[in-house]
């Protein structure tokens, strides 16, 4: 497979769907004319609000979203792949999706992905979270075959689930992705080294667009969008939180050499695990 140029878009989006989709068409564009062939969005491209009513006054079905259908044309427009991080999108019954979607360059969508986990956390500086009081959560992983390279689909938290990467990898994915909207304080401590993590442990490039700064709703978004290569290092990234755009060469031969240095997919076996007081029993 050839090598191609990946992109990351980095936002700060708020609650207005129309002022969104603005900035993530400007940043695709400029990314694409930097040579990408492939441009990642951060999750909630669409919007970012806390508020479950707000957040439903703003979105709609699928076939109706505006970023959806915009992306659609930029997509064919400048033959490029675009992978939307996500959006949120309303369900028939009246539920949300967190789900992504890779466009393909003659503005077709390709592939869908809702996010798995949902973020219920009350995190140590007062902030609460809880998505799957509005989020109805995904059950299936995916991949996707690129011109590339195989490329497997995720969403933000569920980068703290490293079964998911380890499914696609063994699946041959070859590129993992990750666009988020990680909380400042969770950034700080652990956004790269997850990313990185991720990486390694797979032997493959990781691709993570991300939102930063604090958005119309009061949160703050940690920013630093990164692409990393199979062997950890850090590649591509946007240094802060503001919006703007980063792009990286990808070589899926590199994951070839990854995965023949350290061939961890290859080496896993299956095992049990074992209570060492009923171990104590048996042996007594």
């Known amino acids: 497979m050839s090598d191609f140029i990946a992109a990351c878009v980095q936002m700060r989006s708020g609650k207005d769907v129309s002022d969104n989709l603005s900035t993530a068409t400007e940043l695709i564009r400029a990314a694409a004319a930097d040579g990408a062939t492939l441009v990642q969005t951060p999750e909630m491209t669409n919007v970012l609000v806390r508020s479950r009513d707000e957040l439903l006054d703003r979105i709609c079905l699928e076939d109706q979203d505006q970023t959806l259908t915009g992306m ?28 992504g979607f890779l466009i393909g360059p003659d503005g077709r969508v390709r592939a869908r992905y809702d996010k798995i986990h949902m973020f219920d956390v009350d995190l140590p500086n007062g902030e609460s979270w809880r998505e799957s009081a509005t989020y109805e959560p995904g059950t299936k992983s995916v991949v996707f075959d690129l011109p590339w390279i195989r490329m497997g689909m995720a969403v933000c938290y569920d980068v703290r689930f490293s079964a998911i990467f380890r499914s696609q990898a063994r699946a041959e994915a070859g590129m993992l992705t990750m666009p988020a909207a990680f909380t400042r304080q969770t950034g700080q401590a652990h956004w790269h080294v997850l990313q990185r993590a991720r990486a390694i442990e797979n032997g493959a490039y990781v691709v993570s667009a991300a939102q930063g700064g604090k958005h119309d709703d009061g949160r703050e978004t940690y920013g630093h969008s990164l692409i990393v290569d199979p062997w950890g290092v850090v590649i591509g990234e946007v240094d802060g939180d503001e919006p703007g755009f980063v792009s990286a060469q990808v070589r899926p031969g590199e994951v070839v050499k990854a995965r023949q240095r350290i061939p961890a997919i290859a080496n896993e076996r299956e095992f049990e695990v074992l209570n060492v007081s009923e171990q104590e029993e048996v042996l007594a």
């Open 72 to 99: 659609r044309a930029l997509a064919d427009d400048l033959s490029v792949w675009i992978h939307l991080g996500s959006l949120a999108i309303l369900l028939p019954d009246g539920k949300v999706a967190n789900r």
